[in-house]
């Protein structure tokens, strides 16, 4: 399919490990955004890419979580000393200039 | 400070009928709005937007109207599936500012009984 894909489903970390998590957009997007969604809460905003560039990421909770998009296309995002309040479905989506996002499955994170 | 808020977490519509989803926002600077559906363990789904330059958006089943006065969008189904049922998100941004950041609310579970 073409749409935004993922990796992994699922990850299962001990607290203090570093994880990638990975997002491959919709071909021909500009712009990437990764978001965090807890139980019970809507998405919430981590950072947003257009092109390679980070253009906003405010939303990023601490110097722990990175993300990067080095050649446009493919995102990693990356946190550091997991702790178990970064438990929660990270999501990606991609876009074009007319404003709307299109998310993919999303990556569940568990730090036990 | 929530600036998109969704105040009913659920709803339940018998199929057939009209379903009607409310979002309200509190910044006067957003001027872009979209509806998401979400089925357990699947991303949102993009529905439908709007821009505040409209007051209205169809698209099929689905109808979004925006009154920016009362900074308040709605989502109409019509008529309502069971296949519907899903929790359904609003979410907001300032384009014009610049941004492509979004805001989304709580989302509303909606359930269609057959």
């Known amino acids: 399919g073409a749409g935004v894909s993922q990796t992994p489903s699922n990850k299962v970390t001990e607290k203090g490990k570093y994880v990638e998590l990975r997002c491959d957009p919709i071909?021909?997007?500009?712009?990437l955004y990764w978001y965090r969604q807890s139980l019970g809460q809507g998405p919430e905003f981590l950072i947003y890419f257009q092109g390679t560039g980070a253009a906003d990421d405010s939303g990023l909770p601490n110097d722990r979580f990175f993300a990067v998009r080095p050649e446009g296309s493919v995102s990693t995002l990356k946190i550091q000393r997991t702790e178990r309040g970064d438990s929660a479905v990270y999501l990606c989506?991609?876009?074009?200039?007319?404003?709307?996002?299109?998310f993919g499955p999303g990556t569940r994170l568990t730090v036990t | 400070d929530q600036q998109v808020k969704q105040n009913s977490p659920s709803l339940s519509v018998q199929e057939g009928r009209i379903s009607i989803l409310n979002c309200d926002y509190t910044?006067?600077?957003?001027?872009?709005f979209l509806w998401y559906k979400k089925y357990p363990a699947e991303g949102p789904t993009f529905l439908i937007s709007i821009s505040s330059i409209k007051d209205k958006n169809e698209d099929g089943r689905f109808t979004v109207f925006l009154n920016k006065s009362a900074k308040h969008l709605s989502l109409h189904i019509v008529p309502s599936q069971p296949g519907d049922s899903a929790v359904y998100f609003c979410a907001a941004s300032a384009l014009a500012s610049g941004t492509y950041k979004y805001i989304f609310g709580t989302g509303t579970r909606l359930k269609v009984l057959a």
């Open positions: 910044n006067s600077m957003f001027d872009y």
């Open positions: 989506a991609s876009g074009a200039s007319s404003g709307e996002q299109y």
């Open positions: 071909s021909g997007h500009t712009a």
